[in-house]
């Protein structure tokens, strides 16, 4: 990529739900191109889980969810 050199891609191709909560909280963004909205709301609970609160009950830096696929953008 020449515009963001830092960026890494890397596309995964299994089921969404084969992967566990530890393989996701290793992103700081995930790109869903979604085909199904089942799918969409697995990703939706599971990006939820994510969220991680300070001792105020606030909540901190987290993993971000853009949808490309099943909202048609």
């Not at 199904?36 to 939706?44: M, T």
């Not at 901190?60 to 048609?72: Q, S």
Request: contains cysteine; proline residues 4%; glycine residues 6%.
């Amino acid at each position: 990529m020449q515009r963001c050199p830092w960026v890494k891609i890397t596309p995964y191709f299994k089921y969404i739900q084969e992967y566990d909560q530890s393989f996701y909280e290793q992103f700081m963004i995930i790109i869903c191109g979604l085909d199904n909205v089942e799918a969409r709301r697995w990703i939706n609970s599971m990006v939820h889980q994510l969220v991680k609160f300070d001792k105020a009950g606030n909540p901190e830096a987290t993993t971000l969810l853009i949808d490309g696929g099943t909202e048609g953008f």
